[in-house]
């Protein structure tokens, strides 16, 4: 569905409820939450890789954590980093990455490839535990090397931002792929005719998400209205109606 399509099927159902007219920006802001709650449902079920528990009957609770990392991977992208210098106590460094706060799960990281210390190929960083560094940094066989490179994760999203310490500190740079929340969220643009909102496809953004959680998002949103509705309904009606442009 486009945007317009969602926005529509919205709008019919709160008229059914009586809920009155939605406006553009009130939409907006509703489907920009939609899609945050959703996303952050699916990076859930693919970080614990376990199916959700099935309650209410929703399409969405039967997602596997397969079908949940095909839904987001149009919010996966990569970006380089650089590795700088962080005084931790007087006289002592380490190289540390800070990444930016769109950073909502992190999938994979690489040390780039980098001919001044003899690297041709992306090689992937483990990432340790807390408790465990101490005894990988002093190992004689697991010692951190360009080869085998480690980092220790501290901070949050919503704190100050992720950071990770890399070992050993000639790392210089680390490619990161992570899923992110896109700064320009699905917006349902229009121009005023005849002092009536028309849809602008041209300035609307359309959703990342792929089609099959078009409904969710629909749900989604008529649940923050107060309106309570089941995905088989909304399946059912998308099957015998065919929602038309206001006129």
């Known amino acids: ?26 939409f907006n802001l509703l489907v920009k939450q939609a899609e945050l709650e959703l996303l952050n449902k699916r990076l859930s079920i693919v970080q614990e890789k376990s199916q959700p528990k099935k309650a209410g009957g929703f399409i969405e609770e039967s997602l596997t954590p397969e079908m949940a990392e095909q839904d987001i991977a149009p919010f996966l992208i990569s970006n380089r980093f650089s590795a700088n210098l962080s005084l931790v106590a007087s006289g002592y460094s380490e190289k540390e990455v800070t990444l930016t706060d769109d950073v909502l799960l992190i999938k994979e990281i690489f040390i780039l490839a980098d001919e001044s210390s003899n690297i041709n190929s992306h090689i992937p960083l483990e990432i340790v535990k807390p408790e465990d560094i101490n005894k990988v940094l002093r190992s004689s066989l697991v010692k951190p090397s360009m080869d085998f490179p480690v980092g220790l994760m501290s901070g949050s999203p919503t704190n100050g931002g ?21 700064q320009t969220p699905p917006q349902w643009n229009y121009v005023t005719i005849a002092g009536k909102p028309v849809y602008d496809p041209s300035n609307s953004t359309q959703s990342r998400f792929p089609a099959r959680v078009h409904g969710e998002i629909v749900v989604k949103v008529l649940e923050y209205l107060g309106v309570n509705l089941r995905e088989s309904q909304l399946v059912k009606y998308a099957q015998s109606n065919e929602v038309k442009a206001d006129s």
Request: net charge neutral; no cysteine.
């Open 1 to 26: 569905m486009t945007i317009d399509e969602i926005y529509r099927l919205v709008q019919t159902f709160a008229n059914k409820e009586q809920r009155g007219f939605i406006t553009p920006s009130d």
């Open 162 to 182: 992720l950071k990770i310490k890399v070992f050993p500190d000639s790392i210089s740079h680390v490619m990161i792929y992570y899923y992110h929340m896109p």
